[in-house]
């Protein structure tokens, strides 16, 4: 049996939101799938997902920790 099939139906990645979201719209789903980190538009789930690797990912969260995109308004 694929792993990604239980009583013949398909399993896709499970997208979590941040607890530090509010219903403003401006969100974006994340999950873990098949060793990628996959990243939507919480508010279009048909748009394009975004693949990265453990390392990208790992880079871009670094990133985020150190300030290294807050450019200002």
């Known amino acids: 049996m694929n792993r990604n099939t239980i009583r013949g139906e398909q399993r896709g990645p499970k ?3 941040s607890s530090f979201s ?5 969100c974006v789903e ?3 799938h098949e060793g990628q980190i996959l990243v939507r538009d919480s508010k279009d789930r048909h748009s ?3 693949w990265f ?3 990208e990912w790992r880079a871009f969260t670094s990133g985020v920790r150190a300030s290294e995109f807050d450019f200002g308004d």
């Open 22 to 26: 509010y219903g403003g719209g401006d």
């Open 15 to 17: 997208f979590a939101k």
């Open 53 to 55: 690797t453990k390392s």
């Open 48 to 50: 394009p997902t975004l």
């Open 30 to 32: 994340v999950a873990y």
